[in-house]
């Protein structure tokens, strides 16, 4: 892959799959697998960071007789994932703006 | 390799960490394992990277977590937390030999300043020590020498108060500097893991100074009840100490107006007894010798470097 995750873009980008339902690690997992060349181990400490700033946090429930840790989205988390959205976006369009400047229909 | 080959190898990796992160992450990825089913297993292996890798993930980011979390309760806590700086350490890809000699110039440097402080800290013991031993001494002997046994006793509650007092700032100082080492080793580990994997997720930083806001909101409140209850709780600690200090002098000075003399000195060399307070017997009975603790400490200390 030319373009790399860096810490806040996987930040948002977990943020953002766990806000549209609650989400186990795995799925998490095989959701960015199509963004990144990662290891999948390196989502790990990004959850359990994620989990002791607040900004999402852990429930377990049975499946399959044994346990599925999900990961709920909280308030704090919500408005973490609204100020990325904004940050975003800007960031898109000054991209944007430069890369077509040239050849702007 | 195995899953349980892989399982073992990363419990190996983590088995220095606090029970309850080696347990959280161990669980995480004993379920990566099951949701991706047996069949995937070597797929799974594959995209978790090796075990060595993903532990040294998990112990640079609790190691960053530790450097700008509160200080926990509990020395025990404190040390661990010191432990998994030193190991984020080892684990970040410090080559370059200079980095290397400056954590251990600065790991030796800190363990002269816990000696030190240690030193300080059995100074104060010691003084607790005598100061108990001779009023203990002396009240035997109250109905004997009235005066003398209260001067001594006075003397005695005074060394101990202050001895107490010396051995809170000690302690204090010991946990702070522990607390130091833990955030220089995590900010060591961040700054040189930062460069680990240029393809990789990075190691958060940014992202970590952002959402400070939400979280000093989250668990604002209840970090601060706590400091107040931890200021509360040392404050009342120093209250006693000074009560002790008032007590102490008033009996000294109840004790030398009757013509009573304390019978522990003072000195560089250490805290001497003698007289009523050494059992009625002219000449030294109990000797602390401060001065040459602090030496062997100190010689011990310079050993070990």
Partial sequence: MVFTLNGPMLDFLVLSVIVQGDAYGYQISQRLKPLSDAKDSTLYPVLRRLQTQGLVEVYDQPFQGRNRRYYRITKAGMQQYDRLCVEWKQFCAGIEQIANGGNRA | ?305
């Fill in chain 2, 1 to 305: 390799m195995k899953r349980t080959e892989y399982m073992t190898e990363l419990r190996k990796y983590l088995k220095r960490l606090p029970q309850e992160d080696f347990e959280a992450a161990i669980e995480y990825f004993e379920e990566y394992f099951e949701e991706a089913g047996e069949a995937q297993e070597a797929q799974a292996m594959n995209d978790l990277g090796t075990p060595k890798q993903a532990a040294e993930q998990i112990i640079v980011e609790l190691a960053v977590k530790n450097c700008d979390e509160a200080p926990q309760k509990g020395i025990r806590r404190n040390f661990s937390a010191l432990w998994v700086g030193i190991l984020a350490v080892c684990a970040a890809p410090i080559a370059l030999p200079l980095a290397g000699a400056l954590a251990a110039t600065i790991a030796a440097l800190m363990v002269a300043v816990l000696a030190v402080v240690g030193s300080v800290w059995l100074t104060g013991a010691s003084a607790v020590l005598a100061g108990v031993s001779a009023s203990a001494c002396s009240l035997l002997r109250i109905t004997t020498s009235t005066a003398n046994a209260v001067a001594t006793t006075g003397f005695g509650v005074l060394l101990t108060a202050l001895g107490c007092g010396v051995c809170i700032a000690a302690w204090r100082l010991i946990q702070a500097s522990v607390r130091g080492m833990t955030r220089m080793f995590g900010w060591l580990a961040h700054r040189f893991s930062k460069k680990q994997e240029p393809c990789g997720y990075g190691s958060g930083q940014e992202a970590a100074q952002a959402p400070k806001q939400p979280r000093e909101a989250y668990a604002g409140t209840e970090a601060l009840r706590e400091k107040k209850a931890v200021r509360g709780e040392s404050s009342r600690k120093w209250l006693a100490v000074a009560l002790a200090c008032v007590a102490g002098i008033l009996l000294l000075c109840v004790g030398w107006n009757f013509g009573g003399r304390p019978g522990v000195c003072v000195d560089t060399k250490g805290i001497h007894m003698y007289g009523e307070a050494a059992g009625g017997e002219d000449g030294l009975f109990m000797n602390f010798d401060v001065e040459g603790l602090v030496q062997e400490i100190l010689h011990e200390a310079k050993d070990a470097d």
